[in-house]
């Protein structure tokens, strides 16, 4: 609201970050998968944006998961730790 009215400058708002991260981001995948697109966009009420990145393979324009293999061993692992510590806490 104050920017809007003139009483804000000078803003920092990540810009420079967000740039650098995404050219890291497909440097990174253009080795591994060179077919891929990075496509960005944004989502959410005014407040709330949240930026979403998608990749697109360039031949079928279908969505890429890249990083949906790391998720899901990071999962797996959180998820065997939460179960070792239930097997655990049962002898007391």
């Known amino acids: 609201m104050a920017a809007k009215l003139g009483l804000v400058d ?3 708002r990540g810009h420079r970050m967000w740039k650098a991260r995404k050219e890291k981001m497909v440097e990174d ?4 998968h060179p077919n891929l697109e990075m496509r960005e966009g944004l989502s959410g009420p005014p407040l709330w944006k949240m930026r979403t990145v998608d990749w ?11 990083y949906g ?3 899901k061993k990071k999962q797996d692992a959180s998820t065997s730790a939460v179960q070792a ?8």
């Open 69 to 71: 293999a790391e998720v």
């Open 85 to 92: 510590f239930n097997f655990l806490s049962s002898f007391h």
């Open 56 to 66: 697109v393979d360039t031949t079928s324009g279908e969505k890429v998961d890249v």
């Open 10 to 12: 000078g803003r920092k």
């Open 29 to 32: 995948n253009k080795q591994t």
